[in-house]
T-cell receptor, first 114, second 116 residues
């Protein structure tokens, strides 16, 4: 099994550009989420989904959009990139609570906005 | 208020010694879960250990144990017999289970360096 995959691994954008970070999982997990990791800040939740067609905001949702049309995929869209969105982005998945004592993280996407 | 506080930005430990990484949490939920993750220099997040708020015994996973003190709202990670490969960032995280979602709140992390 591939687990949680993320593409691309690295990306450089110019301010104002838009792009989509891809996330896919092959474990049939209902729950998927996106976090960003900034230096000294730990990971912060951007958006999450508890199943296909259901999404909700986390701690830091501004500037990001998500959708969940299938169980496997949970893309994160940057609508108009800003330097403040320079970060490492992690996608995670798990069975919906209860019944899960962990989350499975993807390898991360390092994004730089110039 | 911070939900998870890790007050040790960096820690050093001699190889083969034990080390404790501190974590305190803040929640009004009665039902919650506490997690520790390891992030090596390669960047991936590796799950180490989980403790539920209703678990009466401290969780253990191999060389990792979680010292859970509910009244003090602390969930310290103890690594026994440190190895050079333990050098990494360690993050404490909490899930508040009232929401029914598996959302995690993370601390700012502790960088552990194991000295040969």
């Amino acid at each position: 099994n591939a687990g949680v995959t993320q593409t691309p691994k690295f990306q450089v954008l110019k301010t104002g550009q838009s792009m989509t970070l891809q996330c896919a999982q092959d474990m049939n997990h209902e729950y998927m989420s996106w976090y960003r990791q900034d230096p000294g800040m730990g990971l912060r939740l951007i958006h999450y989904s508890v199943g296909a067609g259901i999404t909700d905001q986390g701690e830091v949702p501004n500037g990001y959009n998500v959708s969940r049309s299938t169980t496997e995929d949970f893309p994160l869209r940057l609508l108009s990139a800003a330097p403040s969105q320079t970060s490492v982005y992690f996608c995670a998945s798990s069975p919906t609570y209860p019944g899960s004592d962990t989350q499975y993280f993807g390898p991360g996407t390092r994004l730089t906005v110039l | 208020a911070q939900k998870i506080t890790q007050t040790q930005p960096g820690m050093f430990v001699q190889e083969k010694e034990a080390v404790t990484l501190d974590c305190t949490y803040d929640t009004s939920d009665q039902s919650y879960g506490l997690f520790w993750y390891k992030q090596p220099s390669s960047g991936e997040m590796i799950f180490l250990i989980y403790q539920g708020s209703y678990d009466e015994q401290n969780a253990t996973e191999g060389r990792y144990s979680l010292n859970f003190q509910k009244a003090r709202k602390s969930a310290n990670l103890v690594i026994s017999a440190s190895q050079l490969g333990d050098s990494a960032m360690y993050f404490c995280a909490m899930r508040e289970e009232q929401t029914g979602a598996n959302n995690l709140f993370f601390g700012t992390g502790t960088r552990l360096t194991v000295i040969p």
